[in-house]
Each structure stands twice: as C-alpha cells, then as structure tokens.
Nanobody, 116 residues
Framework: QLQLVESGGGLVQPGGSLRLSCAAAGFTLGDFAIAWFRQAPGKEREGVSC????????DYADSVKGRFTISRDNAKSTGYLQMNSLKPEDTAIYYCKATRYGIEFWGEGTLVTVSS
C-alpha cells in the first residue's frame, strides 16, 4: 500500500519547538519532491515549505521563514519539518505531500496546537 504518514504533532507552548516527520510506505520518497502544507480551523490549506528531491533546494512561506526548517533523509524515506519559536497562529493540521511528474501522495495530517 502506497502512503505517507505524518507524525510528531502535539500541544506545545508558544516559543516551543516540534519536529514533524513524513514517512513513505510502499514507494521511494527520494524520487519525489516533498512539500508541507497546513490548514488552520476555518481557513484554507496553505503551503508552508518545500524541498527538492536531492534536498539542495528549499523554499518557505514568509510566515515561517527563519523559524521552520525543512529537511529529508532519503535513505530513511522520510521528510522532516523542524518548527521553532512556535506561535499560536501556527496552530493547524500539518500535511505532507510527495510530488513527481504529476503523481501526488498526501498524508492524513498531524495536529499541531500552540497554546499556553
């Protein structure tokens, strides 16, 4: 079965950190670009960050630049999103997506709640 599974979400206080993981099952994640999206309650899904297949190229939404870092370990078929200096407005369900030549896989998401 081909799937992506996110993990690492949870409840964290403002200013705290979390690391999200995105693990591929049934396919080689190293053949795909990875992107992270998030959807806050009552809002549309938005792009957060993306990384090329090799990991050499990355991009970030302005709202997370300097706080979030995307990375990947192709040997483990896993992508990561390190989130530091978290703010209440970062509260959302976070999804990862793997993309290659029009083929897409989405995970089911992991909830991040930033609250005191």
């Amino acid at each position: 079965q081909l799937q992506l599974v996110e993990s690492g979400g949870g409840l964290v206080q403002p200013g705290g950190s979390l690391r999200l993981s995105c693990a591929a099952a049934g396919f080689t994640l190293g053949d795909f670009a990875i992107a992270w999206f998030r959807q806050a309650p009552g809002k549309e899904r938005e792009g957060v960050s993306c990384i090329s297949k090799s990991g050499e190229s990355t991009d970030y939404a302005d709202s997370v630049k300097g706080r979030f870092t995307i990375s990947r370990d192709n040997a483990k078929s896993t992508g990561y999103l390190q989130m530091n200096s978290l703010k209440p407005e970062d509260t959302a369900i976070y999804y990862c997506k793997a993309t290659r030549y029009g083929i897409e896989f989405w995970g089911e998401g992991t909830l991040v709640t930033v609250s005191s």
